[in-house]
């Protein structure tokens, strides 16, 4: 069964270092998605993402955060400068469609 | 404002009975909503949804009823087994597929 998959699992990284969690999309999909869930927190919806361009962002997704296809697969979300309160699982989510979502299995992001 | 959130923060029973896991929602104009199970370790996972045009909808060993007068929904597993332990949020899906998750309840299933 196809899977979205995330790298790293684990990142750890100094305060205002720049990160960038990858995710590679079951195949076909259209609609990508990005959420962070703090730990003993809810999940947060940050940004979705089709036809190449942001579709929503949240207020979470602020100028320190972006996200791109690079190569027309992976699917990427960069923090330019990291603080202490970004330290969160982040998960991918993609969709064949606008309201369908598979999500990855999350990557662990420690700013120290 | 958007908001969804649940009732209870904890639930145990006893293998073989059934949970029911609740969830209420804030915006009546809100037309699409999702369960999801997340397993220690990993990402939330799909079980049911619901659109706003049905009360009920069954799924294998699951059942959501959504109740629009009062703006709740709930989570229904039959015969709960030890693999159905983890925590459940319900979700909120707006016409662009973004998510409001509600708070989450963990179920903690007795053998």
């Known amino acids: 069964e196809p899977e979205v998959t995330q790298t790293p699992s684990h990142q750890v990284t100094q305060m205002g270092q720049e990160v960038i969690l990858r995710c590679v999309p079951i195949?076909?999909?259209?609609?990508f998605y990005w959420y962070r869930q703090i730990l003993g927190q809810k999940v947060e919806f940050l940004v979705s993402?089709?036809?190449?361009?942001?579709?929503?962002k949240s207020e979470i997704f602020d100028d320190q955060f972006s996200v791109e296809r690079p190569d027309g697969s992976n699917f990427t979300l960069k923090i330019r400068s990291t603080k202490l309160e970004d330290s969160a699982m982040y998960f991918c989510?993609?969709?064949?469609?606008?309201?369908?979502?598979?999500f990855g299995p999350g990557t662990r992001l420690t700013v120290l | 404002g958007e908001s969804v959130g649940l009732h209870l923060p904890t639930l145990s029973v006893q293998e073989g009975d059934n949970s029911i896991i609740n969830c209420a929602y804030s915006?009546?104009?809100?037309?699409?909503f999702i369960w999801y199970k997340q397993e220690s370790g990993k990402g939330p996972q799909f079980i049911i949804d619901i659109r706003s045009n049905m009360d009920k909808r069954q799924g294998q060993r699951v059942t959501v009823l959504l109740n629009k007068t009062v703006k709740h929904l709930s989570l229904q597993i039959a015969a709960t087994q030890p693999g159905d332990s983890a925590v459940y949020f319900c979700a909120e899906c707006n016409q662009g597929g973004k998510l409001i998750f509600g708070q989450g309840t963990e179920l903690s299933v007795k053998p």
């Open positions: 915006n009546s104009a809100s037309d699409y």
């Open positions: 989510a993609t969709g064949l469609a606008s309201r369908e979502q598979f």
């Open positions: 195949s076909n999909h259209l609609y």
């Open positions: 993402f089709y036809n190449n361009e942001i579709s929503e």
